[in-house]
């Protein structure tokens, strides 16, 4: 077992222990490719989530949001070109009968090597096409219920509303459209954790400019440091960042550019989120196979065109997954080694974890319930009174809470608060009344 994989494992058994990602279906012996976020889970997913779109609709003044129906007309999949296009080449291993996509070499190989240490000489199918659209009935009655497919990206959405937007918006080019919500596909070999699953996240920006080649790659440009900017502003070290241009046999025939933030993890360098220029393909289709003319008008030139798109598209289920990767720590201490979630604290699932010294003291529980009462009414905080102080401090270092606050017999007397940083270990006391003001600058 590679130091890698050991992580990753480490990564994947402190997720499921500590309530972050439990197996989908598990009772039932599971679901291949799904999986189900736990309490803590669900809030470092809605963190990753505000912070997108605090800097991506918040922070901006020429991007608007939309949430799209998952459901949508099966024309607009033929117009976007996934009934015809949207497949992959599959191979089927003729010993095992297990499947792998064609172009992903290295998993075939991989898997070569099981059968031959078995001694066994593994034969492959010859690639047949797959579907990656994961079909549903839309309809009460059987026989008659219309096909419809649950939506393999988000993306549509935000074209096939583009006219909606334009008409109630004060929106002129350039501008985007921001969006977050749920994408199914019919993942031939899902795996490796949260990186690929048949239903996942996606958090994405259509971007529409001027038709102009000039404009558009200075667009192009621009977005693809906004969105490496973000992941670094949210903890990703710069060596574990990088880009890479993608193969020409690898782009989209309409893509005019396409690149991928890729981070570094103990699964290798993958892609977090994609850059794309996809020119004027998207909103030209949707106009040509519904009949409705979406050009847009322009007020200062007194021209009418179909304008380029720039897309970012990322995968917050990923980004969940490497924010962790890259949070992860092992240190030796004097009481062997201490395991601990770096996370940005803007990101951490609890702010802060407040704890009265002794458990069997009603006066410093009294007293430590008022704290974490006053401290809920502004964030997400632990209560933990179970076990000595050092326990609970690795328990929250576990999960990555950012501070911990000590109610003790001081406190009684001076209202002074212990409060212990989770990267330093360093203790501070402050005063009570203090506390809120000292946390909102810390996670500011």
């Known amino acids: 077992m590679t130091e890698r994989t050991a992580t990753m494992e480490k990564i994947i058994s402190l997720c499921k222990r500590r309530g972050f990602v439990f197996p989908g279906s598990e009772i039932y012996g599971g679901l291949a490719g799904t999986w189900d976020y736990g309490p803590l889970g669900v809030e470092l997913k809605n963190n990753i989530k505000k912070e997108f779109w605090r800097s991506m609709v918040y922070q901006r003044t020429d991007t608007v949001g939309l949430d799209a129906a998952i459901l949508m007309n099966p024309k607009v999949w033929e117009a976007s070109g996934h009934t015809a296009a949207f497949a992959d080449p599959l191979v089927e291993c003729k010993i095992c009968h297990e499947r792998f996509r064609a172009d992903h070499q290295d998993e075939i190989e991989a898997h070569h090597e099981l059968h031959k240490k078995k001694g066994e000489q593994p034969e492959f199918t010859e690639p047949r096409q797959f579907n990656l659209l994961v079909e549903a009935g839309l309809g009460s009655v059987e026989g008659e219920k219309m096909k419809v497919y649950l939506r393999g990206e988000i993306t549509q959405g935000a074209h096939a509303n583009f006219k909606n937007v334009l008409d109630s918006s004060w929106c002129k080019i350039p501008f985007g459209i921001v969006q977050i919500g749920k994408a199914f596909r019919n993942e031939i070999t899902p795996g490796n954790f949260l990186f690929r699953s048949r239903e996942f996240e996606q958090m994405e920006l259509q971007y529409y400019v001027k038709p102009d080649e000039k404009e558009s790659l ?7 440091e906004e969105r490496a900017k973000w992941y670094r502003e949210l903890g990703i070290s710069e060596d574990r960042l990088r880009f890479r241009e993608h193969a020409p046999d690898e782009r989209a025939h309409y893509a005019r550019a396409a690149w991928d933030i890729e981070i570094d993890s103990p699964l290798g360098w993958k892609e977090v989120e ?67 979630l770096k996370l940005n604290p803007k990101l951490a699932s609890y702010k802060a974890a407040v704890f009265p010294l002794l458990a069997n003291k009603p006066e410093l529980i009294d007293r430590a ?76």
Not at 218 to 224: A, I, Q, T
Not at 279 to 307: A, C, F, M, N, Q
Not at 425 to 441: N, P, S, T, V, W
Request: charged share 35%.
């Open 218 to 224: 200075r667009w192009f440009d621009y977005w693809k």
């Open 274 to 340: 994609g850059i794309h220029h996809r020119g004027d393909w998207d909103l030209s289709r949707h106009s040509t196979y519904s009949g409705v003319d979406i050009s847009y008008y322009d007020e200062e030139t007194k021209e009418r065109y179909i304008p380029w798109v720039i897309e970012t598209s990322g995968g917050i289920d990923r980004a969940f997954l490497f924010f962790i990767a890259d949070a992860y720590r092992e240190e030796p201490d004097k009481d062997g080694v201490r395991t601990f």
């Open 369 to 444: 319930r008022k704290i974490y009462e006053t401290l809920r009414g502004s964030f997400m905080v632990a209560w933990d009174d179970i076990g000595n102080i050092g326990k609970r401090y690795r328990r929250q270092d576990e999960i990555g809470t950012p501070f911990c606050v000590t109610i003790d017999y001081e406190t009684l007397e001076d209202g002074t608060v212990t409060v212990r940083d989770r990267d330093s270990m360093r203790q501070e006391r402050i005063k009570d009344i203090e506390l809120a003001g000292y946390l909102r600058e810390k996670l500011s």
